[in-house]
């Protein structure tokens, strides 16, 4: 699978969101305020899978259309991934 920029820069602004959970840790920040910001990091680590697992299914089901194939092997394998992750 190709990942694009997108999905990439999902992960990168997800990472920032991590990296400022870690110092908000580090200074001693309000639980509140840090649950808040795991959350919203968890959030986006939900969407982002979402992304990824769409955009793979869409081109396993294209290439299986094309070539004739079933497609329901591929679009259980999707929805296992997304019921696994969360």
Request: hydrophobic share 35%; net charge negative.
């Given at each position: 699978m190709e990942y694009t920029d997108q999905m990439k820069n999902r992960?990168?602004?997800?990472?920032?969101?991590?990296?400022?959970?870690?110092?908000m840790m580090e200074e001693g920040?309000?639980?509140?305020?840090?649950?808040?910001?795991?959350?919203?990091?968890?959030?986006?680590?939900?969407?982002?899978?979402g992304v990824v697992v769409s955009t793979n299914l869409e081109h396993c089901v294209r290439e299986q259309i094309e070539n004739g194939e079933d497609t329901e092997k591929s679009i259980q394998e999707a929805v296992n991934l997304l019921v696994k992750s969360r």
């Amino acid at each position: 699978m190709e990942y694009t920029d997108q999905m990439k820069n999902r992960v990168k602004r997800i990472e920032g969101q991590v990296k400022a959970i870690l110092r908000m840790m580090e200074e001693g920040k309000d639980c509140k305020d840090l649950v808040v910001q795991l959350s919203a990091a968890r959030n986006a680590l939900d969407r982002t899978i979402g992304v990824v697992v769409s955009t793979n299914l869409e081109h396993c089901v294209r290439e299986q259309i094309e070539n004739g194939e079933d497609t329901e092997k591929s679009i259980q394998e999707a929805v296992n991934l997304l019921v696994k992750s969360r």
